[in-house]
């Protein structure tokens, strides 16, 4: 789809679908993202992953997994800016994001496989197990809580 001019996925915050629909992907400077509803009672921030939190309906998020509706480490793309639970917004699903939240500092060395963290919301985590589902790559080590993870979510 084309995207229009002017078009800023990092400043979509919005209560209501509005223009455009659940799913619908854009893709903006060399990158592609996804229009999603973030579900439950915690807020996303920049760089926190996303998890599926619907087993019929894969536009409906969660940053919450600590008692949330997240179903288990399935990963559906990152946060590209603060978004209030219950709001609709576009999540990162292909390209560079330079600041993916990873509080335990584990994201490290440059290439490991990236997956959704077990127990804290929002986290990444370096993926242990093939059966594990990627978010991505690192190309950047972690440092101050974040890491550079190229994203690459089907």
């Not at 659940?22 to 973030?38: C, I, M, W």
């Not at 760089?47 to 940053?63: K, L, N």
Request: net charge neutral.
């Amino acid at each position: 789809m084309s995207t229009p001019l002017g078009f800023d996925p990092s400043v979509i915050n919005q209560s209501s679908v509005g223009s455009y629909y659940p799913g619908e992907q854009r893709d903006y400077a060399g990158k592609t993202y996804e229009f999603v509803k973030l579900t439950d009672a915690v807020n996303a921030t920049s760089g926190m992953v996303a998890e599926a939190a619907s087993a019929t309906d894969g536009t409906i998020v969660t940053v919450d997994r600590a008692g949330g509706s997240s179903l288990g480490r399935i990963p559906r793309g990152v946060f590209v800016s603060s978004v209030t639970a219950g709001n609709y917004c576009f999540i990162l699903k292909r390209g560079l994001h330079a600041a993916v939240k990873d509080a335990a500092a584990g994201l490290t060395p440059v290439g490991l496989k990236v997956t959704s963290h077990a127990t804290t919301d929002g986290d990444a985590a370096p993926s242990t197990a093939y059966t594990d589902k990627w978010i991505g790559e690192v190309r950047v080590v972690s440092a101050a809580g974040v890491a550079a993870v190229y994203v690459s979510i089907p």
